[in-house]
């Protein structure tokens, strides 16, 4: 799969014979792979063991975790990008949890606490990472102050760490506390980068 060709989906295609050869090709392969090979595999049982949920079904999942783990929202990192998380989101905030928006829409940003801008999910490990050991309170506080000095100081896995600086050497993606001030521009910001790292057409979904 990783040696696929990357390809864009037309705004205008509206089936399979719409896209480029080279797209229909690469599809043809996924459809293969996904719903053949691996459906075949013992990995495979994920397809039908796997219920997909939305909206409040998002919502009744964290519940359901929440109540399995024996812990309390307040323990809840949650992070989503559309409007199907925002349910989701109020209950993880209003329970005192922490919410992220990662290359979200405008439901998204406008419902988490943090709006993330990144083309890989390395950052949300970081986050992750300080949230477990530290809280939410000092979380908070290190994206307050999003540097370098920052992270070597609080962060205590260095493999993590260093991988997190190797992919980003001169420039740490944005991440930001979402405030009534900021809220509009870190839509409009996100929204285009969403559209940027997951296509126009996948970037436009609710």
């Given at each position: ?14 089936s399979?014979?719409?896209l480029?050869?080279k797209?229909r ?9 996904f ?41 809840v ?21 922490l919410t ?11 419902n ?5 801008l ?5 950052v ?16 908070l ?16 896995d ?6 997190f ?38 970037g436009?979904?609710?």
């Amino acid at each position: 799969i990783s040696r696929m060709p990357m390809f864009s989906i037309p705004r205008t295609a509206k089936s399979l014979q719409d896209l480029p050869e080279k797209a229909r090709a690469a599809t043809r392969m996924l459809d293969e792979i996904f719903w053949k090979q691996i459906a075949s595999m013992q990995v495979g049982r994920v397809f039908s063991e796997v219920t997909l949920v939305g909206g409040a079904g998002k919502a009744e999942a964290v519940r359901n975790i929440v109540h399995k783990l024996g812990v309390t929202l307040a323990e809840v990192m949650y992070v989503g990008d559309s409007i199907t998380d925002e349910e989701a989101f109020k209950l993880v905030r209003g329970g005192g949890g922490l919410t992220v928006s990662f290359n979200g829409n405008r439901y998204a940003v406008q419902n988490a606490e943090i709006a993330v801008l990144c083309e890989d999910s390395t950052v949300i490990g970081i986050l992750a990472e300080e949230f477990a050991k530290q809280g939410r309170e000092k979380t908070l506080d290190i994206i307050e102050h999003w540097d370098r000095k920052v992270l070597l100081k609080s962060l205590g896995d260095e493999d993590l760490l260093n991988l997190f600086f190797k992919l980003y050497p001169e420039k740490l993606p944005k991440v930001k506390i979402v405030t009534k001030e900021n809220m509009e521009i870190l839509t409009k910001e996100s929204t285009e980068f969403r559209k940027k790292v997951r296509g126009e057409a996948v970037g436009r979904l609710g």
